[in-house]
């Protein structure tokens, strides 16, 4: 049989495929994001491919495997061993993620300058060796064994790996390399697709854990097809606001460790510096006094973190009252809004609600409900919060406090940073080690019994 040559278009929001181009992707409903892609099929030479690697390949039985504990190698940044699970993996991929600008390529750079007998190899399609040097200088690195590859063909970038048995290899980013192979443009789908295989192909033969650097959309995801995500071992996500100096490295994947670890730096001139005791940063500039400020805890991995909970509650100058919040997701609001109307009496469709979680972190658990819920019930009467005492517990619509997990672990971070109270669901009571604490700990069941303890 003869080579063929078919066209197909592929959405490069979302990977889907239709043999025509369409205006509307019927899978993630965005617009023009089809892109024809040209493929070239040889059934004969296919066929034979087939039937070498099949003679040639061996199974095995269970037993006949050994079982090895996986090598890791500890980069010296504690937080982002924690988050990796204890160090890079020999022969994983790791794949991360962030806004430009975030630090993505420091965080590379200050790996390898800890990591000085190990041969780094910094593959990079974005910038040329004078930038990297450039930035080098600026973190005071400097190195012999720390080789710089511009290059972006991935042909070239597998034999120079082979040629050169580095120890780490950074690709920088995925989003311009390409196969040369493949017709398509750096960036789409198939190109994505295939250089991630080729990169995790290298990395399992030669035992290099590779580190991928990947841009992000516009809501905050890895660009791609989702199916990255599932082809590498680890996904990374380095977020933070541009207007605050605190970066947080946040685990999505992980098949060496825990999901959902964070590890927190701080952005200064001289690089990323660790954040060692989080609670203390976050809550470095908390208000005493101020109406709408709740302390709570929320546990990121395996970390308990003081937070500190702010709400602006104003009458509306618009006929349809605003709703905005930072750190928290907005649907959580409208549910804690409508119990505080049906349980409290608060009448709040006339008013402006702001929340905010100070420092600039994301927060997702619903250990923090009853400390939103009281935080807005603070605004609005403009009745200030004891600042010594934490607020913990889930909300129920119903307006329950519901238990909530890890409570010693938030329990003895609060006793550790000196506050005085802490208000935690009932229920998590018999829970509870019976030793002697210096913290008060009181148990609540309802919305409504809590804010009686706070007024």
Not at 110 to 129: C, H, R
Request: one cysteine or more; charged letters at 25%.
């Amino acid at each position: 049989m003869s080579s063929k040559t078919k066209s197909q278009y592929i959405c490069q929001n979302c990977g889907y495929i239709s043999p025509r181009w369409i205006g509307k992707c019927p899978e993630c409903e965005n617009w023009n994001t089809f892109i024809e892609e040209i493929i070239h099929t040889d059934e004969k030479k296919k066929d034979k491919r087939i039937d070498l690697k099949a003679s040639s390949t061996e199974i095995h039985t269970i037993r006949s495997i050994e079982s090895k504990r996986e090598l890791r190698i500890e980069t010296k940044l504690e937080e982002f061993d924690r988050v990796l699970g204890g160090g890079l993996v020999s022969g994983s991929v790791v794949l991360i993620g962030g806004d430009p600008g975030i630090g993505k390529s420091t965080l590379m750079l200050q790996i390898a300058e800890n990591l000085s007998d190990k041969k780094f190899l910094y593959v990079t399609g974005e910038e040329s060796p004078v930038q990297i040097k450039m930035r080098a200088d600026r973190l005071n690195f400097n190195r012999d064994n720390f080789f710089i590859l511009p290059e972006t063909d991935l042909d070239i970038v597998q034999a120079i790996i082979y040629k050169n048995n580095p120890d780490i290899v950074v690709i920088d980013s995925i989003q311009t390399t390409y196969i040369s192979q493949l017709e398509s443009t750096p960036g789409t789908i198939s190109q994505l697709r295939e250089s991630t295989a080729l990169l995790i192909n290298i990395a399992k033969s030669t035992g290099t854990p590779i580190l991928i650097v990947g841009h992000i959309t516009k809501d905050g995801t890895i660009a791609g097809p989702k199916v990255l995500e599932h082809m590498v071992d680890v996904v990374l996500h380095f977020e933070g606001e541009r207007t605050h100096n605190y970066r947080i490295l946040r685990s999505i994947k992980n098949r060496f460790g825990s999901t959902n670890e964070i590890g927190i730096f701080e952005m200064t001139e001289n690089g990323l510096r660790e954040v060692k005791n989080p609670s203390e940063v976050f809550l470095s500039q908390r208000n005493y006094g101020a109406s709408g400020c709740v302390i709570s805890s929320a546990i990121e991995g395996t970390r308990p973190i003081l937070i500190e909970v702010q709400a602006l509650v104003t009458e509306t100058s618009y006929g349809f009252p605003q709703r905005t919040t930072m750190g928290i997701d907005a649907k959580k609001l409208n549910i804690i809004i409508a119990v505080l109307e049906k349980k409290l009496g608060l009448y709040l469709n006339k008013h402006d609600i702001f929340l905010n979680i100070a420092g600039g972190v994301k927060i997702s658990e619903p250990s923090i409900d009853l400390a939103i819920a009281v935080s807005i019930f603070s605004s609005f009467r403009d009745i200030p919060i004891d600042s010594e005492t934490v607020i913990l517990g889930e909300l129920g619509l119903a307006g329950e406090v519901r238990t909530i997990s890890n409570i010693e672990r938030r329990i003895n971070e609060a006793e550790k940073l000196g506050f005085k109270r802490i208000i935690i669901p009932r229920n998590n009571l018999k829970n509870l080690q019976s030793k002697k604490r210096k913290i008060e700990i009181i148990g609540v069941e309802k919305l409504k019994e809590t804010v009686s303890l706070l007024i």
